[in-house]
Each structure stands twice: as C-alpha cells, then as structure tokens.
Nanobody
Framework: QVQLVESGGGLVQAGGSLRLSCAAS????????VAWFRQALGKEREFVAA????????SYADAVKGRFTISRDNAKNTVYLEMNSLKLEDTAVYYC????????????????WGQGTQVTVSS
C-alpha cells in the first residue's frame, strides 16, 4: 500500500508560481511511476504530468508544457510539481497518483491517489 498526501496548493495571482508536493508513505515510490492530475469544477480529471521511477520518462500535457516541471526526491519519497506562469485555467484540485508500472496518461491505471490540493489562480 502507498499513501499519498499533497500539499502546497493555495491562491495565487495569474502569472505567479506554486510548488506542489506529494509525500508518499507506506512504500517507497522510487520504483513507481508518479503522476499529477487535476480536476476543475464540473470537468473530468485530466493528466498534467508524469515521471517514471528512473526519471527516464517525463511527460507533460500540452496545456502545461514549458510552464510546469515534475521532479522527485527519492530519498524523501516525495514528488514535486513546480508551476510557473499560472493561468486562470490552471484553477483545479490537483491530485498525485502512483502506479507500480510504466508511464501512462490514463487516470484509470493508477492505483494510489492522494486527497488533492486546491489551486486557485485569480486575475
């Protein structure tokens, strides 16, 4: 079992930055693929970014490419999402997810989920 806890969300003005953290416990996630998803009010949960255990594969949704960076510190069992140049449309609840398998953009294949952290971007 893996427990995931997100933190770092909040209210930020458009153009600003936030760094989200996803702390894992129960098992080390160093061998897991970890991803970030987000869900805006009234919309489907969508893929944001993913990072394989080796760091060999890192992938971003087109909407965030060049603005967001996913990284991990395996020693701390923590995955980060650095978000820069935030836009109003980035407002959502952000979730981290993990799976003991290869990289995927599908939310259906991730076994473990955090509770989410709210990110609100204001004008």
């Amino acid at each position: 079992q893996v427990q995931l806890v997100e933190s770092g969300g909040g209210l930020v003005q458009a153009g600003g930055s936030l760094r989200l953290s996803c702390a894992a416990s129960g098992r080390t996630v160093s061998s897991y693929t970890v991803a970030w998803f987000r869900q805006a009010l009234g919309k489907e949960r969508e893929f944001v970014a993913a990072n394989t255990w080796s760091g060999g594969t890192t992938s971003y949704a087109d909407a965030v490419k060049g603005r967001f960076t996913i990284s991990r510190d395996n020693a701390k069992n923590t995955v980060y999402l650095e978000m820069n140049s935030l836009k109003l449309e980035d407002t959502a609840v952000y979730y981290c997810a993990a799976r003991a398998g290869s990289y995927s953009r599908s939310k259906y294949v991730y076994n473990y989920w955090g509770q989410g952290t709210q990110v609100t971007v204001s004008s």
